[in-house]
C-alpha cells in the first residue's frame, strides 16, 4: 500500500513563526504536492514537484515556500506564519503521468 | 479563479437514492477527469477517473457522465448508502504535466436512513 505521512496531524503556531510541515512518502514517486483545504474553497495546490530540487508554484504559493532534498520527502514552510494561514494541509505524491495522487491524513494547523 | 466549478455544496439524499454531483470546466487543456472521496480526518482518495473522449465510465454503483461539447460532467451514485456520506472533489489534470491537478470546490454529501 503506498503511504504518504505527514508529520503532525494537529500543530497550533503563533502569528510571525516559522513553521515547516514535513511528507514522507514510501512508493518512490517523482512527484509531490502541497495543498491547502478550507470550506468552501476545496482543495488549493500551494507548490508541486516533479524531482528532487524541483519545485513549482502553484495557485496559491505567497507566504509559502517548499524544500525537496531527498525524492521521498517534500516539505512546506511558512517563513512568517498568519493567521489567514490557518487551514488543513495536504500532501500528496503520484508517479509521473498518473492522475491519481495518493494524500497524507492532512495537517490542521492554526495560527493565533 | 476556479477553473472547475463544481455543484452543489452539500447535498443530503435518502438511502437508496441517487446522488448527483455536477462540475464544469473551462479551460480545454485536460486530459483527465478524476473523482476524489474524503471520510472526515482522511486524505481525499481516487474514487473514478474518465477521459475525455469516453462519454460514460461505470464502476459499481458509481458512474461518471462526460459532455465534452458542453465541458461539463458529473458523478452520479446509485442506491446511495449511508457509508457514502463523504465529501467529493471533481478534478481535472493539466495536459504535459506532472500529474497537477485543478479540483472542485468539494461537495458534501450526507445519505440519511
Known amino acids: 500500500d503506498v503511504k504518504v505521512t505527514q508529520s503532525s496531524r494537529y500543530l497550533v503556531k503563533r502569528t510571525g513563526e516559522k513553521v515547516f510541515l514535513e511528507c514522507v512518502q514510501d512508493m518512490d514517486h517523482e512527484n509531490m504536492f502541497w495543498y491547502r483545504q478550507d470550506p468552501g474553497l476545496g482543495l488549493r495546490l500551494i507548490y508541486f514537484?516533479?524531482?528532487?530540487?524541483?519545485?513549482e508554484k502553484g495557485d496559491i504559493p505567497e507566504g509559502y515556500s517548499v524544500s525537496r532534498e531527498k525524492k521521498e520527502r517534500f516539505s512546506l514552510i511558512l517563513e512568517s506564519a498568519s493567521t489567514n494561514q490557518t487551514s488543513m494541509y495536504l500532501c500528496a505524491s503520484t508517479h509521473g503521468g498518473s492522475y491519481e495522487q495518493y494524500f497524507g491524513p492532512g495537517t490542521r494547523l492554526t495560527v493565533t | 479563479q476556479q477553473q472547475v466549478k463544481q455543484s452543489p455544496q452539500s447535498l443530503i439524499v435518502q438511502k437508496g437514492g441517487i446522488s448527483i454531483i455536477n462540475c464544469a470546466y473551462e479551460?480545454?487543456?485536460?486530459?483527465?477527469f478524476p473523482w476524489y472521496q474524503q471520510f472526515p480526518g482522511k486524505g481525499p482518495a481516487l474514487l473514478i477517473a474518465i477521459r475525455p473522449d469516453v462519454s460514460e465510465k461505470k464502476e459499481g454503483r458509481f458512474t461518471i457522465s462526460f459532455n465534452k461539447s458542453a465541458k461539463q460532467f458529473s458523478l452520479h451514485i446509485m442506491d446511495s448508502q449511508p457509508g457514502d456520506s463523504a465529501t467529493y472533489f471533481c478534478?481535472?489534470?493539466?495536459?504535459?504535466?506532472?500529474?497537477?491537478?485543478?479540483f472542485g470546490t468539494g461537495t458534501r454529501l450526507q445519505v440519511t436512513l
Open positions: 479551460n480545454t487543456a485536460f486530459d483527465y
Open positions: 514537484s516533479y524531482d528532487v530540487k524541483m519545485k
Open positions: 478534478a481535472a489534470r493539466y495536459t504535459g504535466t506532472a500529474s497537477k491537478l485543478t
